[in-house]
């Protein structure tokens, strides 16, 4: 059980000590894929679809963005972090294919990439939400991290 980190010897759940870290700078993207139907993906005009509830793809980044912030407040045992960036990206991958991904950067004692973790989430959940309307064929493939630099150890998926 001591090799999870929010478990402790005796197998109870606890939040990590970070107190004797050093903070550094980290950075973190993750990813999302989502599929849209073909009649979704032809309401892409100029890189954004404009449904009746406003402009997806800017809301979807606002709300990745807000999620990445309130990540401490979302998820049990995760330290609360004053994110120093975060972006948010949503590009066609295919026909089909959305792909939203977000960076976040900290110097801090703990990680980021919950807070991208959590962003391209809420983002691509802010996606389907304004375009349920069109279709409920929409489906959230995967989220996944991409990338992640600073602390103990540097992760990169090829």
Not at 12 to 28: C, G, I, L, Q, W
Not at 50 to 64: L, P, R, Y
Not at 84 to 90: A, F, G, P, Q, S
């Amino acid at each position: 059980m001591s090799e999870l980190s929010h478990v402790d010897e005796d197998g109870h759940v606890n939040m990590v000590d970070v107190s004797e870290k050093k903070p550094t700078k980290r950075t973190a993207t993750a990813r999302s894929t989502i599929y849209l139907p073909a009649l979704i993906m032809a309401e892409i005009k100029n890189g954004e679809i404009h449904s009746a509830k406003g402009a997806v793809f800017q809301t979807a980044t606002i709300a990745g963005i807000m999620a990445a912030k309130k990540t401490g407040d979302l998820i049990p045992l995760c330290h609360p972090l004053g994110l120093d960036h975060c972006n948010i990206t949503i590009d066609t991958a295919g026909p089909n294919h959305l792909v939203v991904e977000c960076t976040a950067t900290i110097t801090a004692k703990t990680g980021i990439e919950m807070e991208a973790l959590t962003g391209a989430s809420i983002a691509a959940l802010t996606i389907y939400d304004m375009c349920k309307a069109m279709s409920h064929d929409i489906v959230i493939q995967e989220t996944k991290l991409m990338s992640k630099t600073g602390g103990k150890s540097d992760y990169s998926r090829k």
